[in-house]
């Protein structure tokens, strides 16, 4: 509970930081864009305040000869005319210019220093109405201070002697408060609608955490569950070992200690001996099975026959012999008996490619119905005499004839020096209980 909490207190935190950068990266993106067209409406709003300016000052201005200096009665005139805009603060500052002879000259302002200025032609403007940010240079030296809050507008008109003429005037903007202005309403309906989006989207949010959060829980119950089995597991192996295996194979050995240090007949050391036998042969049993238990072929995934293919690739190698199998492909096997079946096989193969020399081997699943089922492995190498099979050469096959006893099957072998070997293991369909244990203290007794 403890960690689905922490998990969900997570997620909160994760979407209320992506709620809070698509909010504010919308906002400044929203603002952005208004901010385009917030600069484009100044420049058309600071075009019309121009026409206002020219529409009532445009008589006064074009009824004067300006391509002389002005008088102080037209001087007069002029600010009469242009200081109810200068007062109102839609401008800042008004130049007329004078265009003749190839020179652009300063007539009129209302700041009198500029007055004079002379500027080749073609560095003027074109003639035509212009809105645009005053420039810095020295013409404009004294309104560098405030060109952030004004923009320059020219419009073209004759004096009264014709002469081409050019009405310049520093309109009053503020682009700040138009974005504003512009980007609030915008930017509260983006926010409003992303934060509506957040909250509609938290259940989901919330929902995907707590799966999360469980599959992560049963990942970690699954891992400590693995855990404990191999704990268990680990425990258990131990306890049978230390219970069972180990103490009877410390009777064996004490066994044989009687044996060797035993004075009287030679039957009843050879009694005793039979006795460590039966109980090795029973613990060599229990091992197996522990170890069938621990390192279990996955044959009944694949089936015996493709199984047994398998192993034929594995031990087939360029120089040693072919190894061919056939069979059903799926005999519905148990378990428990394709995997003795297998082991077997392993067993009679491996003898085969390594002690015989064979380089022919044949390998046969045939199931009886009602009978059981009989695995073959023919050789053609070397051979040996059936009637004393025993030696170093052939605790293989001993111990492959033990473990199909213990199953209640057989195994037939038939061979002779350089006439190869031909081994079937008989085991019936269900298997067969395994041979019950001799316990230490009945041969003790015995």
């Not at 009824?63 to 005139?77: G, I, N, S």
């Not at 074109?126 to 240079?137: E, F, I, M, N």
Request: no cysteine.
């Amino acid at each position: 509970m403890a960690g689905e909490r922490g998990v969900l207190r997570s997620a909160l935190v994760r979407h209320a930081v992506i709620t809070l950068v698509v909010v504010l990266v919308a906002g400044v993106a929203v603002t952005s864009g208004v901010a385009l067209f917030a600069r484009e409406d100044a420049y058309r709003e600071a075009e019309v305040s121009a026409r206002r300016v020219v529409a009532a000052v445009g008589g006064a201005v074009s009824r004067h000869d300006l391509t002389r200096p002005v008088d102080a009665e037209t001087r007069q005139e002029l600010d009469d005319a242009l200081r109810p805009f200068f007062a109102s603060g839609m401008m800042s500052r008004a130049k007329i210019w004078s265009l003749r002879d190839g020179t652009a000259r300063i007539v009129y302002s209302d700041e009198p220093r500029v007055e004079g200025v002379t500027v080749p032609l073609a560095q003027f403007h074109d003639g035509a109405s212009l809105v645009q940010p005053v420039p810095d240079d020295p013409e404009h030296r004294f309104e560098s201070s405030r060109t952030h809050a004004l923009l320059e507008v020219f419009t073209s008109f004759r004096d009264a002697t014709g002469t081409e003429a050019s009405l310049e005037l520093y309109v009053t903007v503020d682009e700040e408060a138009a974005v504003w202005e512009a980007a609030r309403p915008v930017v509260a309906v983006t926010v409003a609608a992303l934060l509506v989006l957040a909250l509609a989207t938290l259940p989901v949010t919330l929902a995907s955490a707590r799966r999360a959060a469980r599959r992560r829980a049963d990942e970690q119950a699954a891992r400590d569950y693995a855990l404990a089995a191999a704990e268990t597991a680990r425990r258990e192996i131990a306890q049978r070992l230390h219970e069972g295996v180990i103490p009877d194979l410390a009777g064996v050995g004490l066994l044989l200690e009687i044996a060797r240090a035993e004075d009287g007949e030679p039957r009843e050391r050879s009694s005793v001996i039979g006795h460590a036998h039966e109980l090795l042969a029973d613990e060599v049993v229990r091992l197996r099975a522990l170890l069938d238990d621990l390192a279990r072929p996955t044959v009944a995934a694949h089936g015996l026959v493709a199984s047994l293919r398998e192993l034929a690739t594995e031990l087939s190698t360029p120089d040693s012999a072919v190894i061919t199998v056939d069979g059903p492909d799926d005999p519905g096997l148990p378990e428990d008996v394709a995997v003795v079946l297998y082991r077997v096989a392993h067993e009679l193969v491996r003898n085969a490619v390594r002690h015989a020399g064979a380089s022919q081997i044949a390998v046969t699943v045939d199931v009886t119905p009602g009978e059981g089922i009989a695995l073959s492995v023919v050789d053609d190498g070397e051979g040996f005499d059936v009637a004393s099979p025993a030696g170093p050469g052939h605790v293989g096959l001993l111990l492959v004839r033990g473990v199909l006893a213990d199953r209640g099957g057989e195994l037939e072998l038939t061979s002779a020096p350089g006439r190869g070997t031909s081994a079937v293991a008989r085991l019936p369909r269900a298997g067969a209980p395994r041979r019950p244990r001799r316990r230490l203290a009945g041969a003790a007794g015995s």
